[in-house]
């Protein structure tokens, strides 16, 4: 939530395209590689099923021809492996496209997919060109656009999400459209599985959905004010008419904390359902309040996507400026902490009512009256030592932290002073909280009241 901040921490292991246990021997991992010279790193969520960064294969030349990757071989046709300083890339390598060229997948996930993510940019000093993002559901037999054409004209990469929302086995192309000789870079392709987006279904280790579904959000369009959206590092319950989300829900662990620096690259969200209003960067400007993340840009630093997902203005709520860099900072940092010390921590956040006081005074709305200010902002954060099958480690005995706090510019720094239950927040929000949990351990954690010190 907080904007204004940066965080360091050390790099750890994340790699591609399996589902396995979380703590694996380094001698036979790529955590021990150095990550300016490896990126490709071991992937223990189960939301994200594929990522490749370009980085293990090679191609020279333009002509059409087969790569061999970490995830798997693909084609690339009129495009090759980018290593120049003048490729936009995270890392040493990315792939350069011109003309009308295409980036395929030769092989299937099989576990569908809810989003996708691609990291984009111009080559060197060429002029702006568009693509898109072409799925197939039938072994590459017969392609279907996904979402509109992204058009990329900034030299540094950014993130463009998809939604998707497929399952079964899926393989995608990236195509080149318009731009003729001008080139692009594409890196990072990050595919999250959709085997997390339903409601209050089981999820895996380090899934963002792991607690469950508090309100119970569907990705219908005709759920519009509880609409489930994954963000790929992050899922939330989205609502179009107060043009923030309702809460978000994700998961910090080692994999998660690295070296990126923090992009401020506040902008819209073009992926959101067709028609909908997409929030602007400056649509907070002059209203006295802070464009308060959710999902922390802090907790986001192990590569330059994920940091990127969090500046997307879905993932904000008008936050009272001393709630936001004071009391929430703290918090957040101390959620961090908590990792750091060996603990991996499940989170979900929200806000409720209508009416906040930031630093020019009260206010119900901002940016013309399309997004609601929040009275309350809301945070659970469930604590568990490092380790594996985490639903069924969490017991009645089991950390739990609730904060609920006043939107307002005069709060105490101090967040302790704002604990509570997670039944309190239930009752305050009608949802229900944590809802993956048997019945027993569930009643157990909503009534206890953390002491903020762990004792």
Not at 252 to 267: A, E, P
Not at 419 to 425: A, N
Request: charge should be negative; aromatic fraction near 8%.
């Amino acid at each position: 939530m907080f904007s204004k901040r940066y965080y360091l921490f050390p790099l750890t292991a994340l790699l591609l395209f399996t589902t396995c246990t979380k703590h694996l021997n380094p001698v036979n991992t790529p955590a021990s590689v150095q990550p300016e010279t490896e990126k490709a790193r071991l992937v223990t969520s189960a939301a994200q099923s594929l990522f490749e960064n370009f980085e293990s294969g090679s191609k020279t030349a333009y002509a059409a021809g087969t790569v061999t990757f970490s995830s798997g071989s693909w084609t690339l046709t009129d495009a090759l492996v980018g290593t120049s300083a003048s490729d936009a890339k995270d890392g040493s390598q990315s792939v350069r496209v011109r003309n009308t060229g295409i980036i395929s997948m030769n092989f299937d996930v099989s576990s569908g997919a809810a989003t996708v993510t691609i990291s984009h940019a111009v080559y060197g000093s060429d002029a702006s060109s568009t693509w898109g993002l072409w799925v197939s559901a039938d072994g590459g037999s017969t392609y279907t656009q996904v979402g509109s054409a992204i058009t990329s004209s900034s030299t540094t990469l950014t993130t463009a999400t998809f939604t998707v929302n497929r399952t079964g086995a899926l393989r995608f192309d990236v195509r080149k459209i318009s731009g003729g000789t001008n080139r692009i870079n594409i890196d990072d392709i990050t595919i999250n599985s959709s085997g997390t987006t339903g409601g209050g279904g089981t999820a895996s280790d380090n899934s963002n959905l792991l607690l469950g579904n508090p309100s119970g959000a569907t990705n219908s369009t005709s759920n519009a004010d509880n609409y489930l959206y994954d963000l790929g590092y992050y899922i939330e319950s989205y609502n179009r008419d107060r043009g923030e989300p309702n809460w978000v829900s994700w998961y910090v662990g080692d994999t998660s904390l690295g070296t990126i620096d923090r992009t401020n690259d506040f902008r819209n969200d073009p992926n959101l359902p067709a028609g909908w209003y997409e929030v602007p960067a400056t649509a907070y400007s002059g209203s006295g309040f802070d464009r308060g993340h959710n999902c922390p840009s802090g907790d986001r630093t192990n590569t330059l996507s994920a940091n990127e997902a969090t500046f997307l203005m879905d993932n904000m709520i008008p936050q009272a400026p001393n709630n936001n860099e004071q009391t929430w900072a703290h918090l957040e940092e101390y959620g961090r902490s908590l990792v750091s010390a060996g603990n991996e921590i499940y989170v979900v956040m929200g806000s409720y009512g209508s009416g906040g006081t930031g630093s020019n005074g009260t206010a119900t709305t901002v940016d013309g009256g399309k997004v609601t200010v929040p009275s309350q902002i809301w945070k659970v954060i469930v604590v568990l030592p490092k380790g594996n099958n985490d639903l069924s480690r969490i017991t009645t005995s089991t950390r739990v932290i609730a904060v609920n706090t006043p939107n307002i510019n005069t709060i105490n720094s101090d967040w302790t002073q704002y604990i509570c239950t997670v039944k309190d927040i239930e009752n305050a929000t009608g949802y229900t909280l944590l809802s993956n949990l048997p019945a027993n351990v569930r009643s157990a954690l909503e009534t206890k009241k953390d002491s903020g010190t762990g004792n």
